[in-house]
């Protein structure tokens, strides 16, 4: 928040004084964050109370109870929860801004998002919670157990046994855990002794240990997620501010160092690493089969760190919708990995929907004195006329990372993408097929490309919503259906 009506979300600003709390030139997301609230609750909120209750009292004023977007049941969730944790912070909630609390979440109470499920519904049930324990009365009553009801039987659903949100997106994952922390901390600080209330908080302090673990092994040694599905940075909170909300409410993670292969079997990601070098690899299913609204079809895809910076980077999230660049950024041309005849491994469509899905299989994971592989094929262009089958192998060493690719079945052209941080630098060598990466002048690694034609050529990484970067990539044509890659460093 800029001003009293001035607003930046995903990279854009807004003064909402002439456009109102419609802000219809916007796009649906943005409008969305617009209605969140979540400025209250933002480290230096306290500086912007007569802003905030200014706010207040207008988006009461100009949203009448059900009208779109503002009384979605997902902004509304994030909504309810904002306002109370700034009342819980300041006191400031008048009795017009607690009536209006209260019709939001009857309102929600009547339009529970079960057709979606997922991280809606799960929303859903926090806010209920959150209003429940918040308001006294039997309807308060309901809200609690429907919200506890519903948080108990979506957490063995959404979150996988290696503790991995179902979704299989490291934003998300990052959100849920904030998500079950905050369950924690309303329990806790309004009270609730039952022992259904006691129960659950132990099972939820368990719960967060595991999915905590996960995440720290789907960061980068620079502390942020990687891009697997619908990822971008800045909107779930770094993993070191997670860890300092959890430390506040008496939870410590044991610091437990990634051992050199760390295969996250239910979710379908394996982290390889070495000395300088820090792998993750997508060897799963793309997510749910019932909701893969946040997938891409970005099947053996990969990113990799070397001396703690990001080098190999998959192409990550700058928009929602349906428009073309949101249909690119989930295309397989837009990771890591291998575009057959032009095709995306998984047919994904309008913004958020998946038809046809790749499903890996003959998943290998080895260890050596030496170093760490994993192998894997999928079916994903099977579909395909000549039915081919994508089969990768990772190599990590102490210094080198080998790929080696191969598409077995009748096809025309296979691709293999790598694309760089945008402070990567890649040139040729005199021989095209080998050359240098620089960070800043200085050399980070080498290249070659041991089998297949490769090509250096310009692209865009997207690390925000709203926000494209210029970068790099390497396009390896592969030759008879073979193509090797590797990277090497000192």
Request: contains cysteine; negative net charge; proline residues 3%.
């Amino acid at each position: 928040m800029l001003g009293p009506k001035t607003y930046h979300f995903l990279n854009e600003t807004l003064d909402i004084g002439t456009a109102g709390w419609s802000a219809s030139d916007q796009s649906a997301l943005w409008q969305y964050n617009l209605h969140y609230f979540n400025d209250l609750i933002s480290e230096s909120a306290n500086q912007r109370l007569t802003w905030h209750s200014e706010a207040m009292n207008s988006w009461i004023r100009d949203n009448k109870v059900g009208s779109k977007i503002a009384w979605d049941p997902y902004p509304t969730s994030i909504r309810i929860v904002n306002w109370i944790k700034w009342h819980c912070e300041v006191g400031q909630l008048s009795d017009q801004g607690r009536y209006s609390l209260y019709m939001q979440a009857r309102w929600l109470s009547k339009t529970l998002e079960h057709h979606l499920g997922g991280n809606h519904l799960f929303s859903n049930a926090k806010a209920l919670y959150f209003a429940g324990a918040f308001f006294d009365g039997a309807e308060a009553q309901r809200w609690l157990d429907t919200g506890l009801k519903i948080i108990s039987d979506q957490i063995p659903i959404q979150v996988l046994e290696d503790g991995g949100h179902y979704e299989k997106t490291p934003m998300y994952h990052g959100l849920f855990i904030v998500d079950v922390l905050d369950l924690i901390n309303i329990t806790e600080a309004y009270g609730l002794e039952s022992d259904k209330f006691a129960t659950a908080v132990e099972q939820w302090k368990k719960l967060y240990l595991k999915m905590w673990r996960w995440l720290m092994l789907m960061c980068h040694p620079d502390g942020e997620i990687s891009f697997f599905n619908d990822a971008a940075f800045k909107i779930s909170p770094k993993i070191s501010e997670i860890e300092a909300y959890a430390a506040l409410l008496g939870l410590r993670a044991e610091n437990q160092n990634p051992e050199a292969v760390e295969e996250l079997s239910h979710s379908g990601y394996v982290r390889l690493s070495s000395e300088n070098a820090v792998a993750i690899v997508d060897v799963g299913t793309i997510g749910p089969e019932s909701l893969p609204g946040h997938a891409h079809a970005d099947t053996l895809s990969f990113e990799l760190s070397l001396s703690g910076r990001r080098v190999i980077v998959n192409s990550g999230t700058s928009c929602y919708g349906v428009a073309p660049e949101r249909q690119r950024q989930r295309s397989t041309n837009a990771h890591n990995t291998l575009t057959v005849d032009d095709e995306n491994s998984s047919e994904v469509w309008r913004g958020f929907r998946v038809a046809r899905r790749a499903y890996p299989s003959d998943l290998r994971v080895l260890i050596s004195p030496t170093g760490s592989q994993v192998q894997c094929s999928h079916d994903g262009y099977r579909r395909l006329k000549g039915k081919p089958t994508h089969r990768r192998v990772w190599t990590l060493e102490t210094s080198r990372l080998v790929i080696v690719d191969e598409v077995l079945g009748q096809h025309d052209l296979a691709i293999a993408n790598y694309y760089f941080h945008p402070d990567v630098s890649l040139t040729n060598d005199e021989v095209q097929s080998s050359g240098v990466g620089c960070i800043c002048g200085e050399e980070i690694f080498r290249w070659r490309a041991v089998s297949g034609d490769a090509l250096i050529t310009h692209s865009t990484w997207h690390p925000e919503f709203g926000l494209s970067v210029p970068n790099q990539k390497l396009v390896l044509a592969l030759r008879h259906g073979k193509g090797e890659m590797q990277f090497s460093w000192t």
